[in-house]
């Protein structure tokens, strides 16, 4: 079993290469992206930064309503998780929507957004592909 974890791990790279070609073959794509190549979205990363030209002091001042709001958002299953970006601009979520509107529907409800304070990036994610490849030809 400890050996199974790298081994994993080495084949990541082979397994998104091989599914990168089988889903082109197919020729099914979107964007220019294999079909087989795009995950389920069962997520959406929201990374959020304030807006050039805002002040500190106006984003604290609706700071409290944002904690509340988030806080509320987090209880009700709509955020799975927040975090602190590492360099300070800012903070990142994990949202739980199917799709970057739903998620975009979700955030514009918090203090910050309704005050136009915030850029946002959505990110759609989804189960890492390259994994079912490893557990085989038309496994579910």
């Known amino acids: 079993m400890n050996l199974m974890i790298p081994f994993l791990a080495a084949m990541l790279p082979v397994a998104s290469v091989a599914q ?70 800012g903070v990142v979520f994990l949202v739980d929507a199917k799709t970057e509107d739903e998620a975009r529907a979700i955030m514009d409800t918090l203090p910050l957004a309704k005050e136009q304070l915030m850029d946002d990036q959505y990110i759609p994610v989804g189960p890492l592909m390259p994994m079912r490849a490893l557990i085989g030809a038309g496994a579910q």
């Not at 995950?39 to 930064?49: C, F, R, Y």
């Not at 001042?61 to 209880?75: F, G, M, N, S």
């Open 20 to 89: 990168s070609q089988s889903g082109s073959q197919s020729g099914a794509s979107q964007g220019g992206v294999p079909a087989a190549a795009i995950p389920k979205t069962t997520g959406v990363m929201v990374i959020q930064t304030v807006k050039q030209g805002v002040t500190a002091s106006q984003v604290m001042a609706i700071i409290p309503d944002e904690i509340r709001a988030t806080v509320k958002l987090y209880l009700d299953g709509k955020i799975r998780e927040w975090y602190s970006r590492g360099d300070g601009k």
